[in-house]
């Protein structure tokens, strides 16, 4: 890896809203927008007029800077549509502050937005117009079952022990949800409830896959310098990181489904661009991709925030819960949330941005100081991996 010199204390985040996810059969896409954006303009105490330049993450529910310049009148203004996988809305936000950073721009506005439950579609879209022809017949939950029994199997764990360390997470995740009103899922889980479930694909059961859900997240970025004219206690980006992997993983049966290498070599980049040294003493908080429950267990082990092959104490001491060293999925994660393919990475920075503010309400943390965002987009054999950090 070469030199990460990055934008580091460069941009500010100054407002942001967060629509309430869930099946919003009642409102189209252009409302989520609207509603998304309304809330960090009051939260950001200025106008529509006031912003320069916008970014927009979505997967399927918009296809040019159109989708978001007319629900907001965003007239003659220069407006882009960002797609990347799971990490769309990420990579928007990601879009926006480079431009801020850059000199091009004083004030962006970056939104993230899905609306699937109306689109005609079963669960996620499919991937059939992918451009090319390495991909087998293959479920989500399938991919990430491979990556469940594979690390039973490494590290020697039983299907019993491996379901509990699991079901521990989403009974953890479950429980943060109650707390969140904008959650689309709001009801405690049981370790036995978790491993009683239907199976989806072995060992994943009901209650490690996320839902599927309607949202949208908005957030307003200006420079750092600029920040405190429009508020007391903007939070600044410190790390804005994107790996893409090779699919050589599609090809090989001897492939580790124990690590994803892209979150490992964002975590490593996103850990030097904000000049942390011990990401397991110095992050406070994160917001991780929690498509199914293996893949937060994994993914702690990747950002380092766990020694590899660890993380089953970690999660049964309570290390990553709300009152724990670490709390991990604070807002209640994609498994209370549910997964708005473009809207998920701002609603992870919606939280830590809440957090980092002291106003998180009844999941709010003690002191916070540094919050970190993951989004894996695809499967363990061939993703793209986000992962940002912001602080005060």
Same mark, same amino acid.
């Given at each position: ?21 869930? @099946?919003?059969?009642? =409102?189209?896409?252009? +409302? ?32 040019? &800077? ?24 990420? +990579? ?13 721009? +004083?004030?962006? *506005? ?12 079963? &669960? ?16 989500? #939950? ?11 199997? =490494?590290?020697?764990?039983?299907? @019993? ?78 790390? *804005? ?45 994160? @917001? ?12 702690? @082990? +990747?950002?380092?925030?766990? #020694?590899?092959? =660890? ?58 100081? *540094? ?22």
């Amino acid at each position: 890896m070469g030199s990460i010199k990055g934008i580091r204390d460069k941009v500010a985040i100054i407002g942001m809203g967060c629509t309430k996810f869930g @099946e919003h059969w009642d =409102k189209s896409k252009n +409302d989520l927008i609207y509603e998304a954006t309304r809330d960090a303009l009051i939260d950001a105490k200025m106008e529509t007029k006031d912003i320069e330049a916008a970014w927009a993450g979505t997967w399927v529910s918009g296809f040019d &800077g159109r989708c978001l310049a007319d629900p907001l009148k965003l007239q003659y203004i220069p407006v882009t549509r960002v797609e990347n996988a799971c990490a769309s809305g990420s +990579d928007a936000f990601r879009n926006a502050c480079y431009a801020v950073a850059a000199g091009a721009y +004083d004030i962006c *506005l970056a939104v993230g937005f899905e609306k699937l439950k109306d689109s005609g579609w079963s &669960g996620l879209p499919d991937q059939q117009s992918l451009p090319n022809n390495r991909y087998p017949d293959r479920t989500a #939950p399938g991919m990430f079952a491979l990556m469940a029994t594979t690390y039973f199997s =490494k590290y020697k764990l039983s299907p @019993e022990e491996g379901k509990r360390m699991i079901g521990l997470i989403s009974v953890k995740s479950h429980h943060n949800g109650t707390l969140n009103p904008r959650a689309h899922l709001r009801r405690e889980v049981t370790i036995e409830q978790v491993m009683n479930a239907p199976i989806v694909a072995w060992p994943l059961g009901l209650f490690d896959c996320c839902g599927v859900s309607d949202g949208a997240a908005a957030a307003i970025v200006c420079r750092a310098d600029m920040a405190k004219k429009y508020r007391p206690d903007p939070v600044y980006v410190k790390a *804005l990181q994107i790996s893409v992997c090779p699919s050589e993983g599609e090809m090989r049966s001897d492939y580790d489904f124990t690590t994803v290498k892209a979150t490992v070599r964002a975590g490593e980049a996103a850990y030097q661009e904000a000049g942390i040294k011990n990401p397991r003493e110095e992050i406070s908080m994160a @917001e991780l991709h929690d498509c199914f429950s293996i893949t937060e267990a994994v993914t702690c @082990e +990747d950002l380092n925030f766990s #020694p590899k092959g =660890k993380v089953k104490k970690d999660i049964e001491s309570g290390f990553f819960n709300l009152d724990g060293k670490l709390p991990v999925q604070p807002d209640g994660g994609l498994k209370s949330f549910g997964h708005p393919i473009g809207a998920s990475g701002v609603r992870m920075l919606f939280e830590m941005y809440l957090q980092l503010q002291g106003k998180a309400d009844k999941r709010q943390l003690k002191n916070p100081k *540094l919050g970190l965002t993951h989004n894996l987009g695809g499967i363990p054999v061939s993703n793209t991996v986000s992962v940002l950090i912001i602080g005060r």
